[in-house]
């Protein structure tokens, strides 16, 4: 089994900033998928940005156009770690925020952490 654990949600101001963490720990295959999506009440869970493995260890990466140049994704391969550093929050970056890898032997999502963007 794969578990996901986020931390690092919280409350900021308009203009502030958030690093949110993911540690997966299981049986996880080398080539995989990490990424991040957000729930915002009332709304559907959508992508904000996924971190690929690639063929030496370094893999590409994929960002929703409303958060490009705000947010950046990077992971530790090593300790199968992804973080989002998010810069410049805005109100409408409130949700929670979820964790996700995929690999070969499934899709498996971390418990959500709150993510509260208000003066």
């Known amino acids: 089994q794969v578990q996901l654990v986020e931390s690092g949600g919280g409350l900021v101001q308009p203009g502030g900033s958030l690093r949110l963490s993911c540690a997966a720990s299981?049986?996880?295959?080398?080539?995989?998928?990490m990424g991040w999506y957000r729930q915002a009440p009332g709304k559907q869970r959508e992508l904000v940005a996924t971190i690929s493995t690639g063929f030496t260890g370094g893999g590409g990466s994929n960002y929703a156009d409303s958060v490009k140049g705000r947010f950046t994704i990077s992971r530790v391969y090593a300790r199968n770690t992804v973080y989002l550093q998010m810069n410049s929050l805005k109100p409408e970056d409130t949700a929670v925020y979820y964790c996700k890898l995929m690999d070969r032997s499934g899709t498996y999502w971390g418990q959500g952490t709150q993510v509260t963007v208000s003066s």
């Open positions: 299981g049986s996880i295959f080398s080539s995989n998928t």
